[in-house]
C-alpha cells in the first residue's frame, strides 16, 4: 500500500470515528398538512410522461397476447405431464 492510500485510509477512519462519537442524528420529519400534500401530488403528476391512446392499446394488445400464449403453453405442459404420469403409473 502506498503512502496515498494510507492517507486516505486515515482519514476515512478518522472520519468514521468522529462520525461514531457523534451519534446518530436525531430524525425530523417535517408534515406538510393535506392541501400542500396534494399540490404537491399535482405538481409531480404534470410531470409524468403519459402514453397516448395508441400507445395504451398497442401495450394491452401485446400483455393479452403473450398471456393467452403463456397460458396456452402452461395448459399444454400440464396436459402432457399429466398423461406422462398417468401412462407411467398405469404400466
Known amino acids: 500500500m502506498n503512502r496515498e ?7 476515512e477512519e478518522d472520519r468514521a470515528k468522529k462520525r461514531r ?3 446518530p442524528k436525531p430524525k425530523t420529519r417535517d408534515r406538510v398538512g393535506l392541501r ?8 409531480e403528476l404534470k410531470k409524468v410522461a403519459w402514453p ?3 400507445e395504451t392499446v398497442t401495450y394491452s394488445v401485446v400483455v393479452l ?3 393467452v400464449f403463456t397460458t396456452g403453453f402452461t395448459f399444454g405442459l400440464d396436459l402432457l405431464f ?4 398417468l401412462d407411467l403409473l398405469s404400466v
Do not use: H
Open 52 to 54: 397516448t391512446r395508441e
Open 5 to 11: 492510500m494510507r492517507r486516505l485510509q486515515q482519514k
Open 65 to 67: 397476447i403473450v398471456t
Open 21 to 23: 462519537a457523534e451519534g
Open 36 to 43: 400542500q400534500f396534494m399540490r404537491e401530488v399535482r405538481q
Open 82 to 85: 399429466k398423461q406422462g404420469i
